[in-house]
């Protein structure tokens, strides 16, 4: 007998990260040097390891409650409250998997077959087909005129556009990836109202909220804390990507449910993990800040490398990429560009093309890389623009 569906149909359709599959490749060509990851290349703080080897010598390696143990979520509760003018109680948070799992969780507690997720792009790709495998649709909206910003105006008439499909969520993620742009407080005050207006959801990725630059960031959720679903955690705060140690918050009705989407995808976090995330957020609020101000000097300097190569780079406030445009010469074939000076430059970036509407014509450079790296990389990107 043969099977007539024999595979989840909106799984067949998506696709393998081309982000990752492309830092595969290049991974063969010698002497690559790759800028494509969001990868801080810092270590993990040593009192976090320390935390994470005196749990496993504490035989900490039994299941733990489901959203996490409960002086993790207090504790995550306390550090983001008082970062960002928050109010959650520990009841409010889960532990997730990285924000990776935070972001399945959330979709997958409020989407219904064919409701819609509003995703301004450029953007990481990850939120469309999370949404594609729990049988939402994605609307992208095209912030590319409007300097890589969701507009209130853009948001209203998105909104107006698609009247007779059921809106559920839109998803904001600042300061952003692949741009580096930001909201300031009265952007993100001025979205907020239109957004309360249409009673949708908001999946905030704030997981680079403590990498932002020139301005402090503002969460969303100060705004609207019924209406947010905070997705954050401390791969990149505190160099933990490995660690997979993230938190999803909302309002208690949304938790009450996202506990159930969470349990049956994961069961439980890692339990040393969490209590190095315990370590992290009691005695780490400030691991990140030696590693923000390596990151300014990298900005600074390879944003000026790449500009002297006639690239425009969108405004850097935040997390550790920049956007640019590709100078003329070379057009507007995202792909081509990457591949071209992969072979011939030995530089690896990752092609605008991947972040969806806005993106093409661009590249996005992670300089999360040691400074010794990224003058290498701008030499060879400085010879390669000359000579072809």
Known sequence: MVLKHKFNQEVKQ???????????????????????????????????????????????????????????????ADYYNSKYHLNYEPEQVITTIGATEGIAAALQTILNPDDVVLVPTPVFPIYIPITQINHGKCITIDTNADGFLLTPERLKE????????????????????????????????????????????????????????GKTHTSLAEFLPDQVLLVTGLSKSHAMT???????????????QAIKAHQYLVTAPTNNVQFAALEALTNGQEDSKQMKNEYIKRRDFF??????????????????????????KFGTDSWKFVRDLAQKAQVALIPGASFGPGGEGYVRVSYAASMDKLKAAASRIKDYVKNN
């Open 303 to 328: 944003c000026q490398e790449l500009e002297q190569c006639g690239f425009e780079v969108a405004s850097p406030d935040g997390a550790f990429y920049l956007f640019a445009k590709i100078p003329t």
């Open 158 to 213: 998105t909104i107006k556009n698609n009247q007779e499909r059921n809106i559920k969520a839109l998803v904001l993620v600042y300061p952003s990836n692949p741009t580096g742009v930001n909201y300031s407080r009265e952007q993100l005050r001025e979205l907020a109202e239109v957004i309360k207006e249409s009673g949708m959801w908001v999946l905030c990725d704030e997981i680079y909220a403590e990498l932002t630059y």
């Open 242 to 256: 490995g660690w997979r140690a993230g938190f999803l918050m909302g309002p208690n009705d949304f938790i009450e």
């Open 14 to 76: 998506v696709a393998i990260s081309d982000i990752r599959q492309f830092d595969i490749d290049v991974s063969n060509i010698p002497d690559i040097i790759k800028l494509t990851l969001g990868e801080p290349d810092f270590n993990t703080p040593e009192h976090i390891k320390q935390a994470a080897v005196d749990a496993i010598n504490d035989d900490q390696s039994h299941y733990t409650p489901n959203p996490g143990i409960p002086a993790l979520r207090q504790a995550a």
